[in-house]
Every structure is written in structure tokens, then in C-alpha cells.
């Protein structure tokens, strides 16, 4: 099967896939404060990604390019983070390497949105020289490198042999770092999300930026399961979640590493928990997609208002004015997740003892 027709198939089974069908972030909650000693209009909602500056904790995770459909999807995509001031990554360039004549594909996102946060996207298969000629494509601000281990498994004509991966993203580290330092490397997974022994290794590597792409959201082990003629359906609830992953990515004790939460994220309140637990930023893909599917632009982009407005209410009545102020929030979380957390080593007082060292948030 060709590429771009795998890409646009994964376009529709994604848009099938109800939305977060799994518990996720409800499994954590916050403890309400009555006192939040603050005003919704003195929230800012930027964010520090490394070196970047992000008007927005959301960003538009990798989907697509490689084909004249999913061009279209791109440019849509592309006004909205143009229009919104959302960083943006394509997705995989693969096919454009392979094929030029597919550049266009992605390079509209570039052409849309001139001044704006554009990340790269390649798999760990790809050589330092191709991350870089995927980086001058469009003229990138970062690459995102995906880790998609059990997606490759189940599809059928995809990857076996995973043996190099983290050495080849050392040397793409090294060659940026060396020759292009202003574009942040980010490695992410694809909704599978990544223990903290995964996490140490990237550490180790040089890697910065980690994407968790956690379980509960968009599906991929389901999604290769209809493609295939033989599902394998027993992998579909493979993975660790969002919401465990942050704690892994916690109780990792990597310095210098931040980590953007992504996998299942819905709404604003999601948003302000992911934050909560750590993560300097947040990747949401099928949100998205399915906006530009089922409404018009304008539409679109009152929708992100909407997510952005839901995120300030959380942020108001935590009494949280910037969003590292909601890591000072206290939480607690379900049952399965205490127990989840118990057989890790995680202790989970960290979380839903916070505020008793404050007398305010
Ligand atoms: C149609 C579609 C295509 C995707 N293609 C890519 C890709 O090429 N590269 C990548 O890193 N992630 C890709 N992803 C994964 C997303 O970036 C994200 O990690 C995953 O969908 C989980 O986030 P969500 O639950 O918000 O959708 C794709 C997601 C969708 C829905």
C-alpha cells in the first residue's frame, strides 16, 4: 500500500474513534481553593518550551502531509495555529524525502503561517541527514522524532527492527546541537506513552524536549486492528495513559528534560491538570482533526477560544495566574490510580499534600 494512502486511512479511522473513550485525567482531581485571590483577566497563558516562547500551552500535535488531501487538512490546520498563535507540527516527512513532489504538502503549513511555531516530524528510523533535510523543508523551529513501536507491529507492512533507534536519535541530537541549535528536538510518542526507564534513556541521549503521548486518546494499536486482515485486538489496551506517564516523567528525576502531555487530551480542565503534573505544554491531535472535519474556520477558531477560556477558568478558581502556578495546585487521584502509582514506587503525597506549605496558591 502506498504512503499516502495509508496516511489518508489513518485520517478517517481516526476521525471514527469516539472521542477519549478511557478514563484518563477524571482519574486525577483537584482540590478546590475558595480563595484564589486572583482575577481571570491577569491570567497569561505562555508557556517556556526550552529556548521557545509559547503564546499558548496548546500546541497541534503531528497528523499529516504526503498527499493532495491531506494538504488541504494541513492548510486548515495551519490557519487555525496561525490565527491562534498555536506551534504546530506536521506530520511524518517520510513520503516527502522519499518523494519531493509530496513537499508541498507540508510546506503549505510554512507558507500559511510565516512567523509562526512549525515542528518537523520523522520517525526514529530516519539518519541525522534526513532529520535535517526535514527541519530545511519547512523550515522548521523543531523536529519531533515519534516512537511508535506498537503501531510499526501491528501495521501491516510496517517496521520489525527497532535496534538502532536510540542511537540514531543520539546522532541526530548531536548534529543539531552542533549544526543547527536553534531547532529544539523533541522525541514523542504516539499514544502509548513512556515509562521512566524510556524517559532516562532519551535524557541520556541529549534529548530535551519530551512528548509522553499517552494512552486514551486517539487509538493507533485500534486503528492498524482495521486495517488489518488478522486484528490483533488483545494490544489495543496497550500502553501506559497520560495521566500515569506524567507520573513516570515525575519520579524520573531527569533534570533539564521538559515534557509536553499529549494522548486524550479533551478540554481546558485536561489542559490544567496536564500542566498541574508537570508538563510545560500539552499536544492534542484528534481535537483537532475532527474541528477542521466537522466545522467551518470560523467555527474553528472559536472553539479554541472556548478550549483556551475553559483552561482560564480552571487557572481562575485554582488561583493560578501563569500555568507553572498550577503545579502549586493540590490533586488527588482515583483508587486504581493510587494503586497503579503504589506498585511503581510513586508516592503520590507529593501531589495531594501541595498546598500544605502554602498559605496561598
Ligand atoms: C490521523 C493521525 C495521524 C498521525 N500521524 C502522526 C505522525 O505522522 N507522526 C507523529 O508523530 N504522530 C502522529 N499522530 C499521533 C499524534 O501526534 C498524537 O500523538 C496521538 O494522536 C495522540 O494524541 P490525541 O489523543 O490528541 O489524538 C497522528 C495522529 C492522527 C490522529
Not at 510554512?110 to 535535517?132: C, H, K, M, Q, Y
Request: glycine fraction near 8%; proline fraction near 3%; include cysteine.
Amino acid at each position: 500500500m502506498s504512503r499516502s494512502k495509508r496516511k489518508w486511512e489513518h485520517i478517517q479511522h481516526a476521525l471514527d474513534e469516539k472521542e477519549a473513550e478511557q478514563k484518563g485525567l477524571d482519574q486525577v482531581r483537584f482540590l478546590p481553593n475558595s480563595l484564589p485571590n486572583m482575577s481571570y483577566g491577569n491570567i497569561s497563558l505562555t508557556v517556556q518550551l526550552h529556548h521557545l516562547s509559547l503564546s499558548s500551552p496548546v500546541m497541534i500535535n503531528a497528523m499529516t502531509g504526503g498527499s493532495p488531501e491531506t494538504k488541504q487538512v494541513n492548510q486548515k490546520l495551519a490557519v487555525i495555529a496561525r490565527e491562534k498563535k498555536l506551534a504546530m507540527a506536521v506530520g511524518s516527512q517520510m513520503a516527502a524525502l522519499r518523494d519531493p513532489a509530496q513537499a508541498d504538502s507540508y510546506q503549505i503549513v510554512r507558507r500559511e503561517n510565516p512567523d509562526g511555531l512549525v515542528f518537523a516530524n520523522l520517525g526514529a528510523e530516519a539518519t541525522s541527514d534526513e532529520a535535517v533535510r526535514a527541519v530545511e523543508m519547512i523550515a522548521a523551529d523543531g523536529l519531533q522524532i515519534h516512537l511508535n513501536v506498537v503501531q510499526e507491529l501491528l501495521m501491516p507492512e510496517g517496521n520489525r527492527d527497532f535496534s538502532d533507534c536510540l542511537f540514531r536519535i543520539e546522532r541526530i541530537a548531536e548534529e543539531l546541537a552542533r549544526y543547527r541549535p536553534d531547532v529544539l528536538l523533541i522525541v514523542k510518542e504516539v499514544g502509548f506513552g513512556m515509562s521512566r526507564r524510556s524517559i532516562r534513556q532519551l535524557a541520556d541521549a541529549g534529548v530535551k524536549i519530551i512528548d509522553l503521548g499517552g494512552a486514551g486518546g486517539t487509538n493507533f494499536a485500534r486503528i492498524e486492528n482495521q486495517r488489518r486482515e488478522k486484528p490483533l485486538a488483545m494490544f489495543e489496551s496497550w500502553g501506559t495513559s497520560t495521566l500515569e506517564s506524567l507520573l513516570e516523567a515525575a519520579a524520573s528525576g531527569v533534570g533539564q528534560v521538559s515534557f509536553i502531555a499529549s494522548g486524550g487530551i479533551r478540554h481546558g480542565l485536561d489542559i490544567a491538570k496536564a500542566l498541574s503534573l508537570g508538563a510545560s505544554a500539552v499536544g492534542m491531535a484528534g481535537f483537532f482533526l475532527r474541528l477542521v472535519h466537522e466545522l467551518p474556520m470560523e467555527r474553528c477558531l472559536e472553539e479554541v477560544d472556548h478550549l483556551h477560556h475553559q483552561l482560564r477558568v480552571a487557572m481562575t478558581a485554582l488561583g493560578a495566574a501563569q500555568p507553572r502556578d498550577l503545579q502549586r495546585a493540590a490533586l488527588t487521584f482515583s483508587p486504581e490510580v493510587a494503586e497503579w502509582a503504589r506498585q511503581r514506587g510513586i508516592v503520590l503525597s507529593r501531589y495531594t499534600l501541595r498546598d500544605e506549605d502554602h498559605h496561598t496558591l
